[in-house]
């Protein structure tokens, strides 16, 4: 289908998403919608960037909710492969990006972005998108995902939506489904530390232990939040010093991450 399309000379933009869709991923198609002529999502849990221990099996699928979404937001096409197709047993090829991939979300899931960017330069092969929507929320997979398409000369335009929040601030993810509603409540100090942090930062700190201080103290008031990493780091390497907030947060046994840029004013 592609193919026609391209031959048509439509642009086509690609949403890649693992499903369980919410109003972040709607809001990347939304935005592809407007960009392109065509609008193709990808739907697939990816094992390869799921470590052993993490939640490949019981992370949530509902096909049939999510075909119903993406009907209605007007999407032209949905791209569901097999992981048997994805991966058959004698593939062995995996991506990996030097230097960005390797702190902080990279330190913490060993091989989670060599799985990512495998998977995302197969679904840009079997797309062939003129541009790809990824969302903020996940700063270090855009990092890592435009560091790629540059290396390799993929002639793909890499777009970043806005991380799409809950009225209180927890930044939409298919993991909330985890939480319990103490937990829902807690989580909420992922959102309200980033904020204190844009304060301290607009009013002139820029410290960072300070700042990462700030971040610390606020996730720590929490009973229920257990810290993995509160950094302020460069947007694009994702090396120290910087103005990009960034979080990794268990609440329980649900691990959820945010950051925000300080640079910029906290919208959630
Ligand atoms: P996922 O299905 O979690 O792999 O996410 C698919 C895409 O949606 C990724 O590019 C995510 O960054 C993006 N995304 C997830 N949550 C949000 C959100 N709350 N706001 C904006 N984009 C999001």
Redesign the pocket.
Known sequence: MSRRWRREEQAIGLV????ALHA??L??VERARRDNDRVVVSVFVNPIQFGPGEDFDRYPRDPQRDAGLLAKAGVDAIYRPTVAAMYPPESSTRIHVAGVSEPLEGQARPGHFDGVATVVAKLFTAVEPDRAY?????AQ?VAVVKRMARDLDLAVEIRV?????EPDGL????RNAYLTSVERKSAASLSSALRLARDAYAHGERRPERLRQILRERLEAEPLARVEYAEVVDPETFATPGSLAVLAVRIGKTRLIDNHDLEIEFSG
């Open positions: 890649p998403t693992m499903g972040g991923h809001s990347l990824f969302g903020q929320k996940d997979q939506c806005p991380t799409v929040r930044a939409l993810s298919s």
